[in-house]
């Protein structure tokens, strides 16, 4: 943990917080902190800050904290995902919050298994504390937002434009000739939802649904890649490509 995430209801009006379980263990355990210790911390969805240790053992920390530090920016990246197998979507819910992405969208696919929708891992319950663990990472507070749609054409052709109203989309796809590394993004506010499919891959259908929905194709190269591997890859180039725009 790069940054200890509280929730802003852990905090009283004079600024103190105690802590228990995971992020005790780690602040008592990894950081080695003692009484007077200054360790990072942030609110979840808010500002950042410093947190004095009061008391600290291996299961019950004190902390006075001062938020005082915004954020990051919110990320101007959206990921709309064929949700893949539970246990790859159970692995991928830190790396995105990590890698930065505003809103997850998992949707259905034609080489979708309909059983993946029935799966505990997509329970807000079981997720969020795999998004904050990667925000704890990253050192950022905002939770991804996360929706869930079982139709995929009902989502593109009616719900997207609401989910994101605005900005760039990219189809990822890799029988296209257009390359990640190849895009330029001059707009410094440019926002972009990059869609990624099943290990399958998409259908001829699913692509011409989304090409006829605004989404440009644009390909890593002509691997297959697994989910997690793919939704990392063209996310670290996205945001790289962003950055340097």
């Known amino acids: ?31 080695g902190a ?7 911390v942030g609110v979840v969805n808010s500002l950042r800050g410093r947190g004095l240790v009061q008391e600290v ?18 990320p101007r990246i959206a990921l709309l995902l064929a949700l893949p197998r539970p246990k790859v979507m159970r692995r991928l819910w830190a790396q995105l919050s990590a890698i930065g992405v505003g809103r997850i969208i998992l949707t259905n696919a034609a080489k979708v298994e309909r059983a993946y929708f029935d799966s505990h891992v997509l329970k807000p319950e079981v997720y969020r504390p ?23 054409k009902v989502l593109i052709e009616d719900e997207l434009d609401i989910l994101f109203p605005y900005g760039g989309r990219l189809l990822a796809d890799t029988s296209t000739w257009h390359r990640v590394r190849d895009l330029m993004f001059n707009d410094p506010n440019m926002r972009l939802l990059v869609a990624v499919g ?48």
């Open 34 to 40: 003692k009484p007077g210790t200054s360790i990072r």
């Open 198 to 245: 099943p290990e399958g891959g998409w259908t001829d259908y699913e692509r011409d649904l989304f090409q006829r929905h605004g989404f440009k194709p644009v390909s890593m190269g002509p691997r297959t890649l697994r989910a997690d591997t793919a939704c990392v890859s063209i996310l670290a180039m996205l945001n790289e490509a962003i950055t340097a725009g």
């Open 130 to 152: 795999y998004l904050i663990e990667g925000l704890q990472q990253a050192q950022d507070t905002a939770v991804p937002e996360v929706s869930i749609r079982k139709q995929l």
């Open 57 to 74: 053992t291996d299961s019950r920390v004190v902390l006075h904290c001062e938020f005082t530090e915004a954020p990051p920016p919110a």
């Open 1 to 31: 943990m790069n940054l200890i995430l509280i929730e802003a209801s852990e905090v009283d009006v004079q600024g103190n917080a105690v802590l228990t379980g995971a992020r005790a263990r780690h602040i008592h355990d990894v950081l």
